[in-house]
């Protein structure tokens, strides 16, 4: 009989970093492009992506972008 799947527990923060393209300088662009990130972050993501079932467990502000990146 096998044990059901634990799951892993991810503590940290996630990041929002905002950059310019490629190429342009910051206060001259028009456009930020923005990623989701952070090591903590990127090692809940590998690790579901690889099959395992994870939890990130944080604090982010009731906002439109927190959630958005929650999801």
């Known amino acids: 009989m096998t044990s059901p799947a ?7 923060e996630t990041v929002l970093r ?8 910051p206060l001259q662009s028009p456009r930020l492009d923005a990623y989701v990130g952070g090591a903590e972050t ?3 993501v590998a690790l579901s992506a690889l099959g395992h ?3 990130m467990l944080g604090a982010v502000p ?3 972008i927190a959630s958005s990146i929650a999801r």
């Not at 634990?6 to 940290?12: P, R």
């Not at 905002?18 to 300088?25: H, K, T």
């Open 42 to 44: 990127n090692v809940a």
């Open 62 to 64: 009731d906002r439109s």
């Open 6 to 12: 634990k799951t892993i527990a991810c503590f940290g």
């Open 18 to 25: 905002l950059a310019v393209p490629a190429g342009e300088f």
């Open 53 to 55: 079932p994870v939890r």
